[in-house]
């Protein structure tokens, strides 16, 4: 079975530009979470979307939006680029096992920007 | 309000001797605790979850941690460390619905040969 992916794995960008990351969950899974891990500290939560409501939210600003489409996959937008946003964004799938839920992650799309 | 605190940000033991790396949370109800682990380069793989069953919990590679609700401690340990153990632990509190994910701030473990 294919894990979560994520796409790109590395992008460049300016100060002030747009993008646009993509994820797609494990088969099956219907839950997506997104995540900010700058360099050195510890993943931050920014949205987790079920069944393409948005159903949790991090402490990010309006910059930072998503959207999770009818097969489940996700994309996370941030608009007007500081370079602080500089980090490892990490996409997660979400699956409800007896109960209580389980995460995996994808590998991460590292986002520079300059 | 939930908060985690890993009390460590680098631990540093010697191959075959014991790992211990520190978690504390805050929770106004009961938690979902996790431990995850990062190798350089890699996404975030998870080790061990507690979820109010048993109080000790046994995860992958010979990891096991043991919630202790009157200490508000969910510490990680390992009886004896082997080189492929070094990278970054994550301590993570989340709520029921998953609409609330907390991550420590990490711990660096080393391995000494």
């Known amino acids: 079975d294919a894990g979560v992916t994520q796409s790109p794995t590395h992008l460049i960008k300016t100060r002030g530009q747009h993008v646009t990351l993509r994820c797609s969950p494990i088969?099956?899974?219907?839950?997506v979470s997104w995540y900010q891990q700058v360099l050195g500290q510890g993943p931050q939560f920014i949205f987790q979307?079920?069944?393409?409501?948005?159903?949790g939210r991090g402490n990010f600003p309006d910059r930072f939006s998503a959207r999770q489409f009818p097969n489940y996959s996700s994309e996370l937008n941030v608009n007007a680029l500081l370079l602080g946003d500089s980090a490892l964004y990490l996409c997660a799938s979400s699956l409800v096992v007896r109960g209580q839920i389980e995460q995996y992650f994808g590998p991460g799309t590292r986002l520079t920007v300059t | 309000a939930q908060s985690v605190t890993q009390l460590d940000s680098h631990v540093s033991v010697s191959e075959g001797t014991p790992v211990l790396l520190r978690c504390n949370y805050s929770s106004s109800y009961s938690p979902s605790l996790f431990w995850y682990v990062q190798h350089p380069n890699k996404g975030l793989q998870l080790l061990l979850k507690?979820?109010?069953?048993?109080?000790l919990v046994k995860g992958i590679n010979g990891f096991e941690a043991e919630f202790k609700k009157s200490e508000t401690s969910f510490h990680l340990t390992k009886p004896s460390a082997h080189m492929s153990d070094a990278a970054e632990y994550f301590c993570?509190?989340?709520?029921?619905?998953?609409?609330?994910?907390?991550f420590g701030s990490g711990t660096r473990l080393s391995i000494r040969p």
């Open positions: 507690y979820t109010s069953a048993a109080t």
């Open positions: 088969s099956g899974h219907k839950s």
């Open positions: 979307y079920y069944e393409k409501e948005e159903r």
């Open positions: 993570v509190v989340m709520d029921s619905s998953a609409s609330k994910i907390i």
